[in-house]
Every structure is written in structure tokens, then in C-alpha cells.
């Protein structure tokens, strides 16, 4: 029931782009993504509703596919501070399961 | 500011010991959660509770149950600890919205629990 997260793990270097993707075998009625860093509690970036609706959180920004069943987070010129582990959510209505997560690793 | 504690941060228990994580919000908030977090496994749901007294299984609940008496607290309860239930475990909470089923969850610092 996990939604698969790919890639697994990306190292990037400063002002690079990145995009993290989230896929179900599950409709979806909603997808959250949360960002955690090393030794932290994950923090909450953005809810996607069905619809195809768009959210962003400063360069972060993110699509809902409800037809493929996907999301993607889209990192743009990123920054040192956005390294760690971004985990998608999905909600099927009556359960919530978190994805296995992507490590970014933002280098100078 | 909103907050969800956890009344440790590191545990060491034996096998075979009761061990009970509690976790506390003052955000008043009706959804409680407890997720484990293992290395390339991300976080599984065990339990999460709607309401005092409810309580519903997710993912993994085999070898945990749960308490909640009050609605700020939710408590995680290892009947029986065996050493595969060695992992991070963590404590979220969210407010419930009819429309929406799941809202943003606000997550405790983590208990790092090393059974031996």
C-alpha cells in the first residue's frame, strides 16, 4: 500500500533543479509531501486535492496526477538548506501511507 | 507555537519488557498517530485514534496497541518488546476536516527505541 518514491537517493550540486516522484496502485484523494532533515522531525510542505491542482512553498512546487496516480516535487535552483529526506503521503480515503522516501543531498 | 511531545527521546529496554511511549499535543487536535521509522522502509503506519477512546489498525499494528484517554494523549504500548521492534518511533497529530480525511500532520522529535 506504500506509494513507490523514485529515485531513491539524488545528490545535487547548489542552483541544480530536481524532481521527486510519488506513484500508487491506488486512487488517490490527496497527496501531502513532507520534508525531513537529519536527526529531525519531518515538517510538512504542501497538500495536492484531486484536480490536478498545483501547490508551491518558496521554489518548491509540486503536480497531482489523479489519472496516473502520481505526484512529482519539484526543487528549483535548490539550495543547501533543502537537503534531506522528502517523504510523499497518500490519502485513499480511509487510510494515510507515507512513501520510503528520497535522500537529496544538496552540495556547494 | 504548536507542539507534540514525546516523553523520551532515547529508550533501551530488555526483551520481553512492557514498554509504553507517550505522546502528548496541545493543539487540540482529534487525530493522533504513531509511525515507525526504519532505513529504507520510510515511516509505516501502526495505529492512529480519530477520537478519545477510538482507535483504528494501520500498517503494522502486529506486537503494539494503543491508548488514547484524553485527547492530547496518545500512547504507544509494546506488550511484550522483541528486538525487531528496534526502530524510531514517532507521534504525529492533525486536526480532522470532514472534506479533506487527512490534514497536515505535526510530528514529535522521535523516540529511538534499542531493544536488546
Known amino acids: 500500500q506504500q506509494p513507490v518514491q523514485s529515485p531513491q537517493a539524488v545528490i545535487l550540486r547548489e542552483g541544480e533543479d530536481a524532481v521527486i516522484n510519488c506513484s500508487s496502485s491506488?486512487?488517490?484523494?490527496?497527496v501531502h509531501w513532507y520534508r525531513q532533515k537529519h536527526g529531525e522531525a519531518p515538517v510538512f510542505l504542501m497538500i495536492?486535492?484531486?484536480?490536478?491542482e498545483q501547490k508551491g512553498h518558496e521554489k518548491i512546487s509540486a503536480s497531482f496526477n489523479e489519472k496516473k496516480q502520481q505526484s512529482s516535487l519539484y526543487l528549483t535552483a535548490s539550495q543547501l538548506s533543502y537537503s534531506g529526506t522528502y517523504f510523499c503521503?497518500?490519502?485513499?480515503?480511509?487510510?494515510?501511507?507515507f512513501g520510503t522516501g528520497t535522500s537529496l543531498t544538496v552540495i556547494p | 507555537d504548536v507542539k507534540v511531545t514525546q516523553s523520551s527521546r532515547y529508550l533501551v529496554k530488555r526483551t520481553g519488557e512492557k514498554v509504553f511511549l507517550e505522546c502528548v499535543q496541545d493543539?487540540?487536535?482529534?487525530?493522533m498517530f504513531w509511525y515507525r521509522q526504519d532505513p529504507g522502509l520510510g515511516l509505516r503506519l501502526i495505529y492512529f485514534?480519530?477520537?478519545?477512546?477510538?482507535?483504528e489498525k494501520g500498517d503494522i499494528p502486529e506486537g503494539y496497541s494503543v491508548s488514547r484517554e484524553k485527547k492530547e494523549r496518545f500512547s504507544l504500548i509494546l506488550e511484550s518488546a522483541s528486538t525487531n521492534q528496534t526502530s524510531m518511533y514517532l507521534c504525529?497529530?492533525?486536526?480532522?476536516?470532514?472534506?479533506?480525511?487527512?490534514?497536515?500532520?505535526?510530528f514529535g522529535p522521535g523516540t529511538r527505541l534499542t531493544v536488546l
Open positions: 504525529a497529530s492533525s486536526l480532522f476536516n470532514p472534506g479533506l480525511s487527512y490534514n497536515e500532520q505535526f
Open positions: 491506488k486512487a488517490l484523494y490527496s
Open positions: 495536492l486535492l484531486k484536480g490536478g
Open positions: 503521503g497518500k490519502n485513499t480515503g480511509n487510510q494515510f501511507y
Open positions: 493543539m487540540d487536535h482529534e487525530n
Open positions: 485514534s480519530y477520537d478519545v477512546k477510538m482507535k
